[in-house]
């Protein structure tokens, strides 16, 4: 597996290798040693699979608070999505910025982001699914989201605001600079 470095450093993009013939195709896309061996040593609690009919579908920006703060692993298996991982952690160096990359089924990527970041997408392509993995359970108490669209992060979208199709809970997210409870950055070594 190839592993690369975004422009922070903590969030990863991940090349699984994808073995095919007339049969298909076999693609070893986590494995804890390997994961190990790129910084990555986490637990994964539960696996995420999302379904999104249209292009222009936009999920996020979410994230979980301590104590049940997730990182996440995540690839799509069909269509495309804009995914995006932006650094809300209060005293990094990146303190609000984002890395946006595109995970297609076609490039087979996967994003790999650490507690301490909001997780948002878009899809590009009607049909889309994704799977991620989380390395906590999901919580309700502690789910929290900032606005998909908020100017200061300037994340430049693939889609209109007047096109994007968003939840009711993600139509209502407050701005970063609204935000009352985000993380602590702490120095990884």
């Known amino acids: 597996m190839q592993v690369e ?15 095919g013939d007339e049969r298909g195709f076999f693609s070893e896309v986590w494995n804890a040693q390997t994961f190990r061996e790129a910084g990555i040593d986490v637990e994964f609690m539960q696996d995420n699979h999302a379904y999104n009919a249209e292009a222009g579908v936009v999920r996020g920006l979410h994230y979980q608070l301590e104590p049940k703060a997730q990182g996440k692993l995540v690839r799509v298996t069909r269509g495309a ?3 995006v991982a932006v650094d809300i952690r209060v005293g990094s160096p990146t303190f609000g910025k984002h890395v946006a990359i595109e995970l297609s089924a076609d490039n087979w990527a996967q994003l790999w982001l650490p507690p301490g970041f909001a997780h948002g997408y878009c899809t590009l392509v009607p049909d889309t699914e994704l799977l991620y993995k989380v390395t906590d359970l999901y919580s309700p108490k502690n789910d929290c989201g900032i606005f998909w669209n908020d100017p200061a992060l300037d994340i430049q979208w693939p889609v209109s605001p007047e096109k994007a199709i968003l939840s009711e ?17 702490r120095e990884t070594k």
Do not use: G, N, S, Y
């Open 5 to 19: 470095t975004t422009e922070i450093a903590d969030v990863k993009i991940l090349h699984p290798r994808k073995f």
């Open 81 to 83: 999505v804009l995914d």
């Open 169 to 185: 809970k993600d139509k209502t997210l407050p701005l970063l600079k609204d935000q009352t409870r985000l993380f602590e950055f």
